[in-house]
Structures are given as structure tokens and as C-alpha cells.
């Protein structure tokens, strides 16, 4: 390694994924990406759900976090957040988001962009039902993305809450559901030799799916 590389860089394996071409590819991205998910999941990939998502505030200041997806259908991608957290507030001025999968045992990623959209109140119910109790808990006592004392304290609010509903359904509180990101473009990446790697991108045009590939 030449000495005025830093220190944390290193060097990587190659990639070796199968190839990913046009004829292969679903008629739209949403059954492509289920087929993908469908893979990960079988081929034990850690945390197939996880994904980053990235904001921005009104002033294009960005930020990006890695949250999990609840869902997707036709319509597009769902996760649950805290209405009030940075990330609602980035949403709230910028209704726009970034989404990216990477699932490195498989050298693929799938990566979103689009739209934001809440869920209806019925969905955000129904996401919230399935969160566990202490999950409920938590999500109740956190404002989240603001600052707090100590963790002692941020415990002390989630044990109170568990006392006052004991043996009581927890409520979903009115900041907390789900937001879907309704995509514009979703890109399939399959890493490949010498990085020339498969990018072959579903962009919506006039109300259509189109396939391009992009340049790796």
C-alpha cells in the first residue's frame, strides 16, 4: 500500500456476481425488487430490511439513517417513524427521499428515490399493532432526534408508561406512522469483474416504466 494512502483504506476483493441483463428484469421494479428480496431472504442475508434513507431540509441540508421497510406494494416502499423526528421534519418542508438496500453477500444493491407520501391513519394502526409492547413503549416515550439528559432518564419515562398501561392496549400516538416513498427510479446494482458493474435502472416516464442502463 503507497504510505500516503490513509490508513483505513484497504484493498477489496474482487467482484464476481452473475450478470444482470435486460431480458432477465421483471415489467416493473416493484416485482423485480420482490424477486431480489425474496433471494436475500432465502440466502440468509443479515437484516434484509435494513435500508438507508436519505433527506434533506428545505435549506438542501442532508442527512441519512438507516431505518427498516415495513412493506412495499405498487404503490412503494413503507417504513414508520416519529413524525416530529428530523427526518419528518426533513420530510414535512422536502417531501422527497433516497432509499438504499445493499445486501453484500449477494453484490447487489437496489436504490430508490421518489416522492414521500404519510400513510393513512388505518395503515399507521395497523403497522403500530405489530410492533411489540416494548417497542410501543419506547416509541411513546421518545421524542425522538431531540436532545435528552441522560439515558437513566429516557428510561425512567418508559417505565412510568408501562405502569400507567398496564394491562391496556398502548395507543399509537398521533406523531408516530408510516411514510411511503412513491418511487420515480429504481436502480438494480449486481456487482460484477473489475467493476464494471450491472445498472440497470427503472425510471418512470409519461406514466411508464422504462429500463436504462447506466454506465458503471
Excluded at 443479515?46 to 415495513?70: F, H, I, Q, Y
Amino acid at each position: 500500500m503507497p504510505a500516503d494512502l490513509p490508513r483505513q483504506v484497504v484493498a477489496r476483493r474482487e467482484y464476481a456476481g452473475a450478470a444482470l441483463a435486460e431480458p432477465s428484469l421483471a415489467a416493473d421494479p416493484m416485482t423485480q425488487f420482490a424477486a431480489w428480496f425474496a433471494d436475500a431472504v432465502a440466502r440468509a442475508v443479515p437484516e434484509p430490511d435494513a435500508m438507508c434513507l436519505a433527506t434533506a431540509s428545505a435549506e438542501g441540508e442532508p442527512a441519512a439513517r438507516m431505518v427498516l421497510l415495513k412493506g412495499w406494494d405498487e404503490r412503494g416502499f413503507v417504513f414508520c417513524t416519529n413524525y416530529a423526528s428530523r427526518k419528518g421534519a426533513h420530510l414535512a418542508a422536502n417531501p422527497r427521499a433516497a432509499l438504499t438496500f445493499r445486501w453484500a453477500a449477494l453484490e447487489r444493491q437496489v436504490c430508490v428515490t421518489g416522492r414521500t407520501r404519510r400513510t393513512t391513519a388505518k395503515e399507521s394502526d395497523a403497522w403500530w399493532a405489530l410492533r411489540p409492547r416494548g417497542a410501543q413503549l419506547g416509541a411513546l416515550a421518545s421524542s425522538q432526534s431531540t436532545v435528552i439528559p441522560s439515558r437513566e432518564w429516557l428510561e425512567s419515562r418508559v417505565a412510568a408508561l408501562a405502569a400507567e398501561y398496564d394491562g391496556r392496549d398502548v395507543p399509537r400516538p398521533a406523531h408516530w406512522g408510516g411514510v411511503r416513498v412513491l418511487p420515480d427510479t429504481v436502480e438494480f446494482w449486481q456487482g460484477r469483474p473489475n467493476r464494471l458493474h450491472d445498472r440497470l435502472r427503472y425510471a418512470r416516464r409519461a406514466g411508464r416504466w422504462r429500463v436504462e442502463r447506466l454506465a458503471p
